[in-house]
């Protein structure tokens, strides 16, 4: 399966305002991935229309947010169901520091329905960092039945790597994701203890000329082994 799994829509404030669900649901269709997740920063209210609007094109979808700890640093955090997700949205919710946002500043918020209709504008700026530390993110993302991948291992900006130095070896994370494979042998020559781990090769789109082309796939078995099940 082709897939893309760090998108973000139209609610991210750094996000480009035609990223709406039926917009990036399109270009994934035309770009030939089977699978996506859009991962808004600190949000899932999303979601649904994402679903919605990729079951239209028979793409198939992973639920997921990009979380910032308070360390700054970016999670991918991935879920199965949209139960799940309605959980986490919860615990979000109490851990969000509630500024407001300035859209003139920032860029708006826009959540969308399937239509890719506006129906709100989240009110919270939602690229400031949760009041959680990285590893109480990480438990509470396997309380809720999801799986973790840290964001853009190597970035100079809110990777682990960048903000605490090196990736810590009680962290408990899934996954891991590079942009090419070259930083995958950086990642694993400075972090020799990373034996047997998921590397995710993503787009980390804002625009939708940027979302993955038909190049990074996974199997169904490997995506099932990510979630814990062997076939």
Known sequence: MFYDFHIHSCLSPC???????????????????????VTDHNSLK?????????????????????????????????????????????????????????????????????DDTIIANEEYLLINSLNVTLNDCIDKVHECNGKV????????????????????????????????LNQMMIVKEKHPWIKDTFWFINSDAHQLIDISEKENAISSKEFEMFWGKTL
Request: glycine share 4%; charged share 25%.
């Open 15 to 37: 996000s480009n305002d035609d990223m709406t669900p039926n917009n990036i649901a399109q270009m994934a269709y035309i770009k030939e991935l089977d699978i996506i997740a």
């Open 46 to 114: 999303q979601q649904r229309a994402v679903y919605d609007a990729c079951a239209k094109v028979n793409i198939k979808v992973m639920f997921g947010v990009e979380i910032q700890t308070i360390e700054e640093v970016h999670v991918c955090c991935y879920f199965r169901t949209i139960d799940d997700c309605d959980i986490f949205q919860i615990w979000i919710d109490e851990k969000t520091n509630k500024i407001k946002n300035n859209e003139l500043f920032f860029g708006k918020q826009i959540i969308c329905d399937s």
């Open 149 to 180: 991948v840290l964001a853009h291992v190597l970035d100079r900006v809110n990777s682990v790597t960048h903000q605490l130095g090196f990736i810590p070896t009680d962290c408990k994370f899934d996954g891991l994701e590079v942009k090419n």
